[in-house]
């Protein structure tokens, strides 16, 4: 691909992540692929400059305009580094103004991305095909089988803001926010996140979602709700609920394949209020809050709503600066204080078949002012 000039217009979300990041809600997650070898940082450099041209939504920097951010080609240099331990505020100077940065430890090599360039599932795309390419120069015997990008030529639907294509206008919907149970504890200083990985047998979890009917990402909340009301007798008396944010990929619903933003939260709402609850009784609760979220209608309405405020014509008129504070204090009043807590399904990571033999495991990481369970599988 050649380094033709491009801008895009940052999408619906990335506005947000952008305006409201800082030192203490980075916006960032890392996505990790462990291989069998420690990795060569040479060969690892020379895999990133082969892939990046290919992914044009990546290849870019933020800046401002008047009245919006926007994304233009950035040219620089993208260097490997070696993995921080520490997921802080996106510091994009340091990076030659990229949103992410690739990094290597040991046998992991390390996608950091700030959401405002893409989700979990478009920064996925980007690693396999940066890993797949490490792979080939370390003269590993893989074929890509359709399911790696810079085998592919690239197509404008990778590039394309997807809230924007697939709003209609005809139906809004809001959302009828309540304040959530605050979870107590001490923050850990310097913004630092302390990451408990644990791994199970994919099947058999399968297998105790199936015995109560529930898909994996239901079993897993009601599991993750049950675990908080047993060890918060606290909030067992409180007035304010266990709320549980969700994001759900929406390129199923909407038939999308964009490497940027296209995902929005749904909300799991437990009652305390003195209430007694047990797994099954949470199952129970929980279900028909997911049967009448995960479905294209209600997520229709949900992006109408944002993208209606986004086209309002009153705050399109806004200067970007006055935006970026209203952005600000409307996080700050609202939306840290309408969750308990985050989980979030990457699902499976989808390699060709040869690369199941190079690739032993996967990380992914949020960082964040609240408790976070992240999930990512591979090799069951």
Same mark, same amino acid.
């Given at each position: 691909m050649d380094n033709h000039e491009y801008w895009m217009k940052i999408d619906n979300a990335g506005k947000v992540f952008h305006a409201v990041s800082n030192n203490s809600r980075s916006s960032t997650f890392r996505l990790s692929m462990y291989v069998n070898e420690d990795v060569d940082k040479s060969t690892?450099?020379?895999?990133l400059n082969i892939v990046l041209p290919r992914f044009e939504s990546f290849k870019v920097k933020i800046k401002n305009g008047l009245f919006w951010n926007y994304f233009t080609t950035n040219n620089n240099p993208c260097l490997i580094e070696l993995e921080s331990s520490h997921i802080g505020q996106y510091a994009m100077k340091k990076s030659n103004q990229y949103c992410f940065r690739v990094m290597y430890y040991g046998k992991r090599i390390t996608l950091e991305t700030f959401h405002a360039i893409s989700d979990g599932t478009g920064a996925g795309e980007f690693l396999k095909s940066i890993v797949y390419e490490y792979l080939k120069l370390r003269g590993k015997s893989i074929e890509s089988e359709g399911k790696i990008l810079i085998d592919k030529p690239s197509n404008l639907h990778e590039n394309s803001d997807s809230f924007l294509i697939s709003s209609d206008q005809t139906n809004k919907k809001g959302d009828n926010e309540i304040l959530a149970y605050s979870l107590p504890g001490d923050l850990y200083p310097n913004n630092w996140s302390s990451f408990v990985k644990a791994s199970v047998d994919l099947e058999k979890i399968k297998a105790l979602a199936k015995e109560k009917d529930c898909t994996l990402t239901m079993y897993i909340t009601a599991l993750y709700l049950y675990s908080l009301y047993i060890s918060e007798p606290d909030a067992r008396g409180s007035k304010k609920p266990f709320i549980l944010?969700?994001?759900? =990929? #929406?390129r199923k619903y909407f038939n999308s394949n964009t490497l940027r933003n296209f995902s929005l939260f749904i909300k799991v709402v437990l009652p305390? =209020?003195?209430?007694?609850?047990? #797994?099954?009784?949470?199952i129970e609760e929980i279900r028909p809050q997911f049967n009448e979220q995960l479905n294209k209608d209600f997520l229709q309405r949900r992006i109408n *709503? *944002?993208?209606?405020?986004?086209? =309002?014509?009153?705050?399109?008129?806004l200067p970007l600066f006055i935006k970026n504070l209203a952005f600000k204090l409307i996080y700050f009043l609202q939306s840290n204080r309408i969750t308990t807590t985050y989980i979030s399904n990457l699902g499976s990571v989808n390699l060709p078949s040869s690369m199941y033999n190079e690739v032993k495991d996967v990380d992914f990481v949020n960082a964040g002012e609240k408790l976070y369970m992240t999930m990512a599988s591979i090799n069951n």
């Open positions: 690892l450099q020379t895999a944010s969700i994001p759900v =990929n #929406l305390l =209020n003195g209430k007694t609850w047990d #797994l099954d009784s949470i *709503y *944002y993208v209606a405020f986004e086209k =309002n014509f009153a705050i399109r008129m």
